[in-house]
């Protein structure tokens, strides 16, 4: 009896030692990045200044009164010159259209820059 009494003792104190660091340190939760998008203070751009921006090596566009400096994204592109066809002006309508997929409205937030100025 005292034999069974100890091995639940020892069993108790080993699952404790292995859980509660893990516990302590948070486990297996994921950390998550903070979105630009509410982090960042906004910058305000009008629309001639993001006009300048319309070339293949400095490409900026503008979603939903957003605006997104997009030009490391140029060269990988799926839809490949696609992204220029608006590159300095209003994107939003290509944006949604039915060529993207649903990842495509997560990985904008990392190309944020700021704000159209109305």
């Known amino acids: 009896m005292v034999a069974i009494l100890m091995a639940l003792i020892l069993g108790v104190l080993f699952?404790?030692?292995l859980i509660m660091p893990r516990a302590i340190k948070g486990g297996n939760a994921k950390v998550v990045p903070?979105?630009?998008t509410t982090t960042k203070a906004s910058k305000l751009f009008t629309k001639p200044e993001v006009s300048l921006h319309n070339t293949r090596t400095d490409c900026w566009i503008i979603i939903k009164d957003k605006v997104y400096?997009?030009?490391?994204y140029v060269e990988?592109?799926?839809?490949?010159?696609a992204i220029?066809?608006?590159a300095g002006?209003?994107?939003?309508?290509?944006?949604?259209g039915p060529q993207h997929a649903t990842r495509v409205f997560d990985m904008v937030d990392e190309f944020y820059i700021g704000d159209l100025k109305q």
């Open 84 to 86: 220029l066809a608006h």
């Open 76 to 81: 990988e592109h799926p839809g490949g010159d």
């Open 34 to 36: 903070p979105n630009p």
């Open 69 to 72: 400096d997009v030009t490391p």
């Open 15 to 17: 699952a404790a030692i």
């Open 89 to 96: 002006d209003d994107s939003t309508e290509g944006f949604y």
